[in-house]
């Protein structure tokens, strides 16, 4: 997908909503672990209701790799699930791979050949080459982390250098000469929304996933304030607020309620900034 | 395993040898293809061929993965073979992981529990929380990156702070006050080798694992200089010298073949140094 089509999808479904996918088979209602895949079963659930309500959804790879080879076969099915939506939705392999090339070649076969996602998040720390292997895939992107919305992001991100600048803020100049806003997106958390001021001077195009709202305390409004730009440029994650606001029987419906909200709140987003 | 038996282990085979098996399915000799499981088949004989050589086994978790459920698979079956050598080597999952806290747990769980191997390594961008659920395992091990063997590691982990510190620098020092040289190793790529000398001064006593031997231009001589300490604190990597040396029906002799060379060298090391 490209980055024109992904801002068709927001302005059609006045949303910029990515759901995420972290299911957790200990937190999924009781009456669906008899089914054959009870994983893939609520991911289904869950796509069917809130489809009209995200442009992304983002499975995190560590819950479905936590299972072995059953949880990478739900993995499967889910994406072949949401690429019967290809045109419609985004998705992205929340993975933070990265390794040396030829390793991280198997990495970017991983998730855009054996798993067809249009995206996967990577870590930037091995440099250049370990981020490449992905950039070579047509319309396919990486989502390099840049700041993370997690406390740990003050143990190297927020590090000063010797020009002056952050970690993060090198790591977003360098990767533009890798790659441009039209494979690359940054991750900058939610939870740290002000400095996204500082991360649009450097990338004022780039898409942005924002995770960190809902459950780890970052506000929607604030991300809009400093994140928008002209295409909107902002895929803001949910996860458990989203996926979980049930345990019950009725957690599809109940999630469709909380993607609802949200959507409800980017709507105005989008209008204030004249996007809609 | 503990540090003890890993030395232990060290003296005992005089080899300081870790095999990597970055198993390219596209690489192993056609007579495996026709296997129930190749990927297994051909990890299985060169584990039997170079049991008494390496004290360390690392598959490269890419190239697993690359082929979806049924990667995993022969990853299973893999370290459950490796399993059944528990005392005699020490296994590593190369996969690179790190996120949020709450997806680390996820990660430690599918490499210390779905998978039973004594180590995973990390990558130190996301900072401590992403690490420590690695941490709380009794017995296990995180290998955080450091300073890489390929030629990105000079985008970002030699970057040098305000504080004067370069990066891999200040990756190593936090690092301590998350884990110790009970629970922690090190990357710290063989390519770059005149640097060992400062990784010591900062971590004299851990464990370091040093991939780039052979196929990437590292050399043992230059490692061994700059790198060993009183209980030879470094597990050598080699990955395609030894486990491609033939892509024929010999290739377990000729892996062997290859083992024992780098075997010998390590025995003069250890000789020279008085370790055995």
Known sequence: MRKKEIFENIKRKKSFLCVGLDTDITKIPKHLLSTEDPVFEFNKQIIDATLSLAVAYKPNV???????ADGWMSLKKTIDYLNQFKDDVFTIADAKRGDIGNTSKLYAKAFFETLDFDAVTVAPYMGEDSVSPFLSYQDKWVVLLALTSNKGADDFQNSVLINNNRLFETVLTTAQTWGNDENMMFVVGATRAEMLTDVRK???NHFLLVPGVGAQGGKLEDVATYGINKECGLLVNASRNIIFASADKDF????????SKLQKDMQKVLEINNLI
């Open 62 to 68: 560590a819950f479905y790799e936590s299972l072995g």
């Open 202 to 204: 450097i990338v004022p």
């Open 252 to 259: 599809a419906i109940k999630a469709k309620e909380e993607a």
